[in-house]
């Protein structure tokens, strides 16, 4: 077995733009050769979404998105995705060095307000394998007030339900190995608990948890079933983080204090035979320096075990196809899919050409693409250019070396308008993806300068 770490965080920020140094919310300290994790998800709810904002983060980045990744560029993160359904946003940060062992990256939403009809309240998800282990990410933003506690449960059911994937082993998001879920999930204190917020919040100045706990509305429908049964949270042993005065640390007693963000997690611990996957959580806390909203940001750490392929064999399987399953759901990803022959340079607004080998057999589709990015790029949407592999690559007559490759299938690509002002060194990227939109990235070049034309 091997470990991945992964960071949780989810903020609802109120519609305020990040006013505040992000660094803590995401644990990062000035440490020296801090030891950082391999995952950083992260969930917010009320980003702001008029019309305006809306129509800019279809072209670019919101500022939430910006913030965190002029942090995380620094410490050699690269953004796998982000989606966002009015002010739900979700993102996910990996290590570049995990970059080609990442696959079938896809999203999915659902909207819950007013019946369905509108997305101020739902969720968004996204799942991707790595190492060939499913993992599924929701951030949700279920119905709020104390009295709408069957509205909740209804939200919940609505989105295992209604959201479903087009990776055949993880249609849904339970089918998953490992399934993690955050968001202003708004459950309260019981209705019948007959205390008034002076009350209550002289219960969290005595730090008496426990007691307020027993009175979760999340925890009451795990008990019985009708919502998050599935899950597991560790008990919150920090202050409930809403409703709060904007910029301060006092309660608005307008409303009782509760746990609304929460950070949950499902592991499919005996999906496979002679291996039992496990989920170690390392932190559960939330954020008081953050004073931007009534809600106080909630995170949590996380260790997952990830199977090595000789170790599995998948459960009610038939044994003549095992090896085969076993092939596709936990490979080996040690070795590039596709390798890129060295480029020694391009020439800006001209016609390039590259070329690569498949070192595995994994069919092309009409929509694989090869994309130009600068090195050490930020962003899995941060390409320069692109071409479809189907109109931009075609099979060589040379079989490629070394001997170690040589059933494997040599390609010439070319790439017809690298843009002008294109300056200091870029890398090629190659992405596998389905008509359903399932992406996965198959091989990345060494990097290569962009040299100016010279004039005649």
Known sequence: MDNLRLYLATYNVGTNNPEQKLQDLLSITSQKNEKLPDFYVIGLQEVKSQPQNMLLDTLFDDSWTIALRNILDQKD????????????????????????NVREIESEYTRTGLAGI??????????????????CFVNSHLSAHDNQLKDRVEDYN????????????????????????MGDLNFRLMEEYERTSEE???????????????????????????????????????????????????YDHKRRPAWCDRILYCVNSHNYENVTLKVEQLSYKSH??????????????????????VELKPRHVDLSSAQTI??????????????????????????????????????PTKDDWIGLFKENFGSLDDYVTYEYVSKCATPTKERSNPPSFERSQKYEVT??????????????VYFSQTED???SVLGVSDPFPIVKTESD
């Open 200 to 250: 209550i919040e002289r219960s969290v100045l005595k730090k008496d948890l426990k007691k307020l706990l027993e009175q979760d509305q999340l925890r009451h429908v795990m008990r019985k079933g009708e919502a998050f049964s599935e899950f597991i949270e560790k008990d919150p042993d920090f202050p409930p983080t809403f409703k709060f005065d904007v910029g301060s640390n006092n």
């Open 158 to 181: 609505s989105i295992i339900k209604d959201q479903d994937f087009h990776v055949p082993e993880t249609l849904k998001i339970l089918y998953h190995d490992y399934v993690f879920w």
């Open 288 to 309: 008081p320096a953050f004073v931007l909203s009534d809600h106080k940001p909630v995170s949590a750490d996380f260790i997952i075990k990830i199977p090595r392929p």
């Open 437 to 439: 939109k399932v992406m």
């Open 77 to 100: 993160y690269v953004k796998l995705k982000s989606i966002r359904l009015q002010g739900l946003l979700l993102s996910i940060f990996s290590l570049r060095k995990h970059l080609l």
């Open 118 to 135: 509108w997305g101020n309240k739902g969720a968004v998800s996204i799942r991707f394998s790595i190492y060939g282990c499913s993992l």
């Open 415 to 428: 790439i017809p308008d690298v843009p002008n002002r294109c300056k200091g060194n870029y890398c090629l």
């Open 326 to 363: 076993c092939d596709k759901v936990f490979s080996d990803y040690s070795e590039h899919v596709v390798q890129f022959d060295k480029v020694s340079s391009w020439e800006e607004g001209e016609e390039n050409k590259a070329f690569y080998k498949v070192t595995k057999e994994v069919p």
